[in-house]
């Protein structure tokens, strides 16, 4: 007899940074394993739309608007899975802000705050409250989308780099912490991929060809493919998984 090792039926999946990109990527595979999938993001309406291409798709998802910037946010969002889904199997901590492109020296502390507080801050407490629900259910599957950038720092992305190696000692913390709870904790960490959040390499032709020099197989990476990885990490395919890093670069996974 075979099994489906990547079957999520029954699973509540939290997605955020979801209504686009590599988040919407995510979001749309693991419904089609069967997973209920909550569409999170900034901005209700573009959630929604994913979450309804989902359901005409024969998957299940609903949309929930949520600013991982703002703890305000961030405890609304548990109070509304805790009352409609009484638990929580698979958070993705995928949303994310830049809001700074240039050199580091002339990095202000706006832009530096708000890529701590989402970045950092944000993944932090999500994953608190993510942990604390999977533990009262027996456990469950946390990926952190990092960066290619949190092993080698990007030209230009001095602040944004720091704060996704921090994600990366993050995910061992929480992994090394929470997995006598049965909660696995990864990271993702995506090379140059093709999305509006990227926009900045893509628009900069000597940047580009500089990052795509980089990488073996002479590519940017699509949004796709980042879901492939995390579907593995969160499916029973990769629950021997705890504190590991997943790196994909121009479509090379390590």
Not at 62 to 72: F, Q, R, T
Not at 81 to 98: G, P, R, S, Y
Not at 205 to 210: L, P, T
């Amino acid at each position: 007899m075979t099994t489906n090792i990547f079957n999520l039926s029954g699973k509540i999946a939290l997605v955020t940074g979801a209504s686009r990109g590599i988040g919407e990527s995510i979001a749309k595979l693991l419904a089609e394993h069967g997973a209920h999938v909550i569409v999170s993001s900034r901005k209700i309406d573009d959630c929604q739309l994913v979450a309804d291409n989902i359901s005409s798709e024969g998957g299940s998802a609903e949309a929930l608007a949520c600013h991982v910037g703002n703890m305000e946010d961030i405890a609304l969002c548990f109070d509304h899975i805790k009352t409609k889904h009484k638990k929580l199997d698979i958070l993705i901590n995928n949303a994310a802000t830049n809001p700074y492109f240039g050199h580091i020296l002339d990095t202000d502390l706006g832009a530096f705050t708000k890529t701590m507080d989402v970045n950092v801050r944000g993944y932090f407490f999500m994953s608190v409250e993510g942990a604390k629900l999977m533990r009262e259910h027996g456990g469950g599957s946390i990926v952190n989308t990092a960066s290619i950038n949190a092993l080698k720092p990007g030209v230009a992305q001095g602040v944004y780099s720091i704060s996704k190696a921090a994600v990366v000692n993050m995910t061992k913390s929480f992994a090394k912490e929470c997995g006598q709870f049965g909660i696995r904790v990864n990271a993702l960490l995506p090379g140059l991929t093709k999305t509006k959040f990227a926009g900045a390499l893509f628009t900069n032709e000597d940047i580009y060809e500089r990052a795509i020099s980089a990488i073996p197989m002479g590519r940017h990476a699509e949004p796709d493919e980042m879901a492939g990885a995390v579907l593995f990490l969160v499916s029973s395919a990769g629950s021997y998984t705890n504190g590991e890093t997943i790196v994909v670069d121009g479509g090379m996974t390590l």
